[in-house]
């Protein structure tokens, strides 16, 4: 399994880990493709290196998804390697969670990994060889409070992460998953923002507030999560499967 000259997508690629995710890639001579529902935020990304190319698809829709993969894989050929990045994030105590809140938060993150990956399965099993590389979240290996659909989903992917790599473990293709504590993107500040919001407390206390879970008293960087990424997609990384890499400082559970 070699990078250079490999075709990725990177769902969810317009932005934070996304991004960072796509750029790595590139940097190593990929031929990225990214996707999103922000046209300017993926041609923003695009412009940053001659080998990204950018589609927008929203991957809570299936056909949208099939849009994707046909146009992609007719211009640049089949994926050998698939990130499933796209997620959201939302907060509100369990008892006052609405069903619309839920559903939401389960069809980007995990039905939305779920019509992100399948697509590619069959022909990377064919061909002996791919990456499938799931960014989930370190709330996917433990608990949170005002969070339950997001762990949900999170852990949600975790266990189709585990199950599918069981699945293709004879195949050539391996499947993963990174897990990253609070990484430092526009979806860390809209957490801030919305604890300042509700409980009047100083941005600073806030953000001191998230970052205490870290054993290392920082928040994750973007570049740090790509990173792990690339490592898992290369050859040194052919035995690593099925695995959940917690990017966050020693957090424990």
């Not at 996917?140 to 409070?145: D, M, P």
Request: glycine letters at 10%; aromatic letters at 6%.
């Amino acid at each position: 399994m070699q990078i250079a000259g490999s075709h990725a997508l990177v769902t969810g690629g317009g932005s934070g880990v996304g991004r960072s995710i796509a750029l790595a890639l590139a940097a190593e001579g990929a031929i990225v493709t990214i996707c999103g529902r922000r046209k300017d935020q993926l041609d923003a990304v695009a412009n940053e290196a001659a080998n990204i190319y950018p589609l927008i698809a929203d991957v809570t829709d299936e056909e949208s998804v099939a849009k994707l993969y046909a146009d992609a894989e007719a211009a640049r050929g089949p994926f050998d390697i698939v990130v499933a990045n796209a997620g959201i994030a939302e907060s509100a105590p369990a008892a006052k969670t609405t069903l619309d809140q839920w559903n939401r938060i389960m069809s980007v993150n995990l039905t939305g990994a779920f019509l992100t990956v399948r697509p590619a399965l069959s022909g990377m099993a064919k061909r002996k060889a791919g990456r499938i590389i799931f960014v989930a979240s370190i709330a996917g290996l433990k608990g949170g409070a005002y969070i339950a659909p997001y762990v949900a989903s999170k852990h949600g992917v975790i266990g189709m992460m585990r199950s599918l790599a069981v699945e293709f473990a004879r195949t050539g293709v391996t499947i993963n998953a990174v897990c990253p504590g609070f990484v430092e993107t526009d979806m860390l500040q809209k957490s801030v923002d919305n604890i300042v919001n509700l409980t009047g407390r100083s941005e600073a206390d806030a953000r001191a507030s998230l970052v205490a879970g870290n054993p290392q008293q920082r928040f994750i960087q973007p570049d740090e999560v790509a990173d792990s990424v690339l490592w898992l997609c290369g050859e040194g990384a052919r035995s690593i499967n099925g695995q959940s890499i917690s990017i966050s400082g020693g957090e424990t559970w």
